[in-house]
């Protein structure tokens, strides 16, 4: 059966009414349990976790009790970035029977729904940033990115089996989880010229930028990221060195009334300014032995023998990144091309990618003085926003 994309997965149930207290903790109860686990680093090392890391998933517009429409089931589609990192198809989400719209219903629904994840990710988004706050000199950021669920198979789970079995808990648990942010240009060219006015942002800046991924082997578990401008002479010029991202909390929300779903995440990055001389004389080097290729993946080549510095760092890939980004007074919006390039597994892949950073939620946490109620209301109007202005893509996912 063909894939059917987010915007065609309607329950066929009522509309969800506005949960009680008593219902929500029992709601958020069972989504915590859904999917939480700690991690370090995932088996590449690009990924890190903090050690009280929270990873959930779940899904918006069920029914009334929680569970999932008897037609919602797990469908493989092909995405062969996906495909070639893993050696199998990834899963998605679909509906053999979606409602049909309806305008009213959809208002309505919408609006409960945007109610219902801010109540359900707020204790999560809160505790993480004021924890992260005490323990590090890292400001957090909270970012909001669009794309599409994607789960993946066991050698216990089979597609086959996934696709002809209703979706149940005891299903996904079997499942690990991503999230693909790579959205069609059309869903690009609706944001910028609809969503962005609408929600008051002006253009800031464009920027071209090359990322280029060390490993270190005095820190086998982190990744050093170089970011790179490039010269009217055409060369690199270093600016920042940082580690790679940590996450603390990311929610992923499988949208079922909506074409796009969500990923939630609040993550630090450490800015490496207390490099010794020699470090950064070995960075500059494997840089500026960089030769600028656009008919490579990533935009970068390195001559035999120079991508890397013997002992200790050494290229292991390269983004090549374009974005433009918006802003208002609480929202930060980045649109980014970028083509990747991974040297370990020479893997790469083109992404047209939308994240929106919470800004105003991050600074009113952090002050200590701003009552949180306060605050948490700020996040609900940003998910108001999301849900009336971002969530909707007439492309279907390919």
């Not at 050690?51 to 779940?58: C, E, G, L, T, V």
């Not at 990533?298 to 760092?313: I, T």
């Not at 952090?366 to 949180?372: A, F, G, H, N």
């Not at 609900?380 to 971002?390: A, C, E, G, T, V």
Request: hydrophobic share 35%; charged share 30%.
């Amino acid at each position: 059966m063909a894939y059917i994309p987010p915007h065609m997965r309607h329950s066929k149930d009522p509309q969800v009414p506005s949960p009680t207290p008593e219902r929500l903790v029992h709601q958020f109860n069972r989504n915590l349990r859904l999917g939480s686990h700690k991690h370090n680093a995932d088996r590449s090392g690009k990924i890190v976790y903090a050690d009280n890391a929270i990873s959930r998933w779940f899904a918006v517009e069920l029914d009334e009790d929680g569970h999932f429409p008897l037609s919602l089931h797990l469908e493989p589609i092909s995405v062969e970035s996906v495909e070639q990192r893993r050696g199998e198809k990834p899963l998605v989400l679909v509906n053999n029977n979606p409602a049909k719209d309806n305008d009213e219903v959809g208002e309505n629904t919408s609006r409960s729904t945007w109610e219902f994840v801010a109540e359900n990710v707020w204790p999560d988004i809160l505790s993480a940033c004021k924890m992260v706050s005490n323990l590090m000199e890292e400001k957090p950021t909270l970012v909001v990115r669009f794309g599409q669920v994607l789960f993946h198979g066991s050698k216990s789970l089979s597609s086959e089996t996934a696709r002809k079995s209703q979706v149940a808990e005891t299903i996904l648990r079997q499942l690990q989880r991503s999230f693909r942010t790579n959205v069609p240009e059309t869903f690009v060219e609706k944001i910028t010229s609809g969503a962005v006015p609408k929600i008051g942002a002006d253009f800031e800046e464009e920027k071209d930028i090359y990322h280029i991924k060390l490993s270190d082997s005095a820190s086998p578990q982190s990744t050093v990221s170089c970011k790179c401008s490039v010269r009217e002479d055409q060369e690199l010029e270093l600016y920042k060195v940082e580690l790679n991202p940590v996450r603390h909390v990311v929610v992923d929300i499988s949208c079922l009334d909506k074409n796009v779903d969500l990923r939630l995440a609040l993550y630090t990055k450490k800015i490496l300014a207390d490099m010794t001389d020699d470090e950064m004389h070995i960075i500059r080097n494997l840089i500026n032995s960089a030769i600028l290729d656009p008919e490579v993946k990533g935009g970068l080549r390195w001559p035999l023998g120079k991508a890397n510095s013997g002992d200790r760092f050494t290229v292991i890939g390269v983004w090549h990144t374009k974005f433009r980004s918006y802003k208002n007074s609480s929202l930060r919006l980045k649109v980014r091309h970028a083509d990747r390039f991974d040297f370990k597994t020479a893997t790469g892949e083109a992404a047209v990618e939308i994240a929106l950073k919470l800004k105003r939620v991050v600074s009113e946490i952090q002050e200590e003085k701003v009552d949180t109620d306060s605050t948490y209301n700020v996040f609900k109007d940003n998910l108001k926003l999301i849900w009336d202005h971002f969530l909707s893509c007439e492309q279907v996912f390919t």
